[in-house]
């Protein structure tokens, strides 16, 4: 049997398949390696789980298209699916809100119908830090109400929670929904701050720090979210009716990844001066539509029920992160 990820060639799919391939999991990848940021890193991604060995298989697909899905699967055998495929991005949400409502309504739900029919061990779908919108105490927890919003993107995602929650309490179908704080470390997206200001501070340009400077982020190195992934992959929720975390009375928990820690962006910036050996050029810029001010991560309930422990402080990151993306531009030159 297979494991099914979506969005394999994205930076979380991508860390997450290498893993499942290093313990000996079967890895059906599919991902449709759209231009939202350049379709290289997502091949070179790719070839890096080819160079991983192990049984690993890749189908170039969009899954919000049903039929082409339903074509790829057809014969393959799966019995858990890791849902990491995403359109991705705030700001972006913006300026094409219909890529949205394809990939992350349409596409979602199609990965629902997926797993129903083919009564899937357990369905761990990707959500995000961003549900908590407006008006949210910290440290932000899954017990708080998370109805309001600030993008679109964020509710296309608290969307596919309640979407979930349906087809737990319908079909008794297994989930896990997780939602990841600010994810950094090899193999990101360019699209986030930290390769941007990285980037940016390579190559002598200004970083514009929005909100005047005044945010923070729950920064989560990538090998703490592949943990919490793994962790709770092997740990279907129960169709017992006792209440999960997020309030589900069906096989449905949602769970915080992160590192429980808000970090200021000046101590990110200084960071990454120190690990470039360069000082950075700050902009400061009004705070943009659709972000939130400060996340911070409340784990104590997959702290409890999986034993999950971020074990990677932001001055541990930052400069593999460095080193990391100097290196993969020296490549790509």
């Given at each position: 049997?297979?494991?099914?990820?979506?969005?394999?060639?994205?930076?979380?799919?991508?860390?997450?398949?290498?893993?499942?391939?290093?313990?000996?999991?079967?890895?059906?990848?599919?991902?449709?390696?759209?231009?939202?940021y350049?379709?290289?890193?997502k091949?070179?991604?790719?070839?890096?789980?080819?160079?991983?060995?192990?049984?690993?298989?890749f189908?170039?697909?969009d899954?919000?298209?049903e039929?082409?899905?339903?074509?790829a699967?057809?014969?393959?055998?799966?019995?858990?699916?890791?849902?990491?495929g995403?359109?991705?991005?705030?700001r972006?949400?913006?300026?094409?809100?219909?890529?949205?409502?394809?990939?992350?309504?349409?596409?979602?739900?199609?990965?629902?119908?997926?797993?129903?029919?083919?009564?899937?061990?357990?369905?761990?779908?990707?959500?995000?830090?961003?549900?908590?919108?407006?008006?949210?105490?910290?440290?932000?927890?899954?017990?708080?109400?998370?109805?309001?919003?600030?993008?679109?993107?964020?509710?296309t995602k608290?969307?596919d929670?309640?979407?979930?929650?349906?087809?737990?309490?319908?079909?008794?179908?297994?989930?896990?929904?997780?939602?990841?704080?600010?994810?950094?470390?090899?193999w990101?997206?360019?699209?986030?701050?930290m390769?941007?200001?990285?980037?940016?501070?390579?190559?002598?340009?200004?970083?514009?720090?929005?909100?005047?400077?005044?945010?923070?982020?729950?920064?989560?190195?990538?090998?703490?979210?592949?943990?919490?992934?793994?962790?709770?992959l092997?740990?279907?929720?129960?169709?017992?009716?006792?209440?999960k975390?997020g309030?589900?009375?069906?096989p449905?928990?949602?769970?915080?990844?992160?590192?429980?820690?808000?970090?200021?962006?000046?101590?990110?910036?200084?960071?990454?001066?120190?690990?470039?050996?360069?000082?950075?050029?700050?902009?400061?810029?009004?705070?943009?539509?659709?972000d939130?001010?400060?996340?911070?991560?409340?784990?104590?309930?997959?702290?409890?029920?999986?034993?999950?422990?971020p074990?990677?402080?932001?001055?541990?990151?930052?400069?593999v992160?460095v080193d990391?993306?100097?290196?993969?531009r020296?490549?790509?030159?």
């Open positions: 049997m297979a494991i099914l990820v979506t969005g394999c060639a994205g930076f979380i799919g991508m860390h997450v398949a290498r893993a499942l391939l290093a313990r000996g999991e079967a890895v059906f990848g599919v991902d449709d390696c759209n231009s939202y350049d379709p290289r890193l091949e070179a991604r790719l070839d890096e789980l080819r160079r991983a060995g192990g049984d690993f298989a189908h170039r697909l899954f919000s298209d039929s082409a899905l339903a074509a699967l057809e014969g393959v055998e799966i019995d858990r699916i890791v849902h990491l995403a359109q991705a991005g705030v972006y949400s913006l300026e094409a809100p219909t890529a949205y409502v394809r990939s992350n309504l349409v596409g979602h739900a199609n990965i629902l119908e997926l797993g129903r029919r083919r009564q899937v061990r357990h369905l761990v779908y990707a959500s995000s830090s961003s549900v908590y919108g407006g008006g949210t105490t910290l440290p932000m927890s899954v017990d708080q109400r998370a109805d309001r919003p600030l993008s679109l993107y964020a509710a608290r969307a929670e309640l979407m979930s929650e349906s087809y737990a309490h319908l079909f008794a179908l297994p989930q896990t929904g997780l939602r990841f704080f600010t994810v950094y470390g090899p990101g997206r360019p699209d986030m701050a390769w941007l200001f990285t980037e940016a501070v390579l190559e002598g340009r200004p970083i514009r720090l929005f909100n005047e400077g005044r945010m923070r982020r729950d920064f989560t190195y990538i090998d703490d979210i592949v943990a919490g992934v793994l962790l709770t092997d740990r279907p929720p129960s169709d017992d009716a006792s209440e975390p309030g589900s009375m069906g449905h928990a949602l769970y915080n990844v992160g590192n429980h820690r808000s970090e200021d962006l000046g101590q990110l910036v200084s960071l990454i001066e120190a690990a470039a050996g360069r000082q950075a050029i700050v902009e400061m810029a009004a705070m943009q539509p659709g939130l001010v400060d996340t911070f991560a409340d784990i104590s309930d997959i702290a409890r029920d999986t034993g999950y422990s074990r990677t402080a932001l001055s541990e990151g930052v400069p992160f990391w993306l100097k290196s993969f020296a490549r790509q030159a």
